[in-house]
């Protein structure tokens, strides 16, 4: 598993009221004036995700995903939206018979060219990947 350092600061602190940053020994911490911003470590991917596209591909105008699950007869959903977050169309809603589900071919002839996401979602679990329209 990767580890993330995320930095929490007050960045607008600097700007807007001048203040010269400085590192101090008493804290495990930056000091932007009177308040301390502190370094911690979260975990990435600390919870497995047994639910998932595991494949996206596009062949002639058309989408194919390929969907892992860890139980079959459940009901999911997959969604495509747009990159302002808008639902662009369901491509699949109802109950999945089989743990390692293939969608027959979706066409994608009436989508502009650009970044879109297809979200999976399912009870209790959501998953999201990315895939570029190009043409």
């Excluded at 301390?36 to 002639?60: F, M, P, T």
Aim: glycine share 6%.
């Amino acid at each position: 598993m990767k580890k993330k350092t995320i930095i929490f600061s007050c960045i607008s602190a600097i700007f807007f009221l001048g203040i010269i940053t400085a590192q101090s020994k008493e804290h495990d911490g930056i000091i932007f004036g009177n308040i301390l911003s502190k370094a911690s470590v979260a975990e990435a991917d600390s919870v497995e995700n047994k639910n998932y596209i595991s494949k996206v591909w596009i062949r002639s105008n058309t989408l194919f995903v390929e969907v892992k699950l860890e139980n079959k007869d459940v009901n999911i959903q997959i969604d495509i939206y747009n990159m302002l977050a808008k639902p662009v169309d369901t491509i699949f809603e109802g109950i999945a018979n089989q743990k390692n589900l293939e969608l027959d071919g979706y066409d994608i002839s009436n989508l502009p060219p650009g970044p879109y996401f297809l979200v999976l979602t399912g009870p209790g679990f959501r998953h999201v990947e990315k895939f570029i329209l190009t043409r």
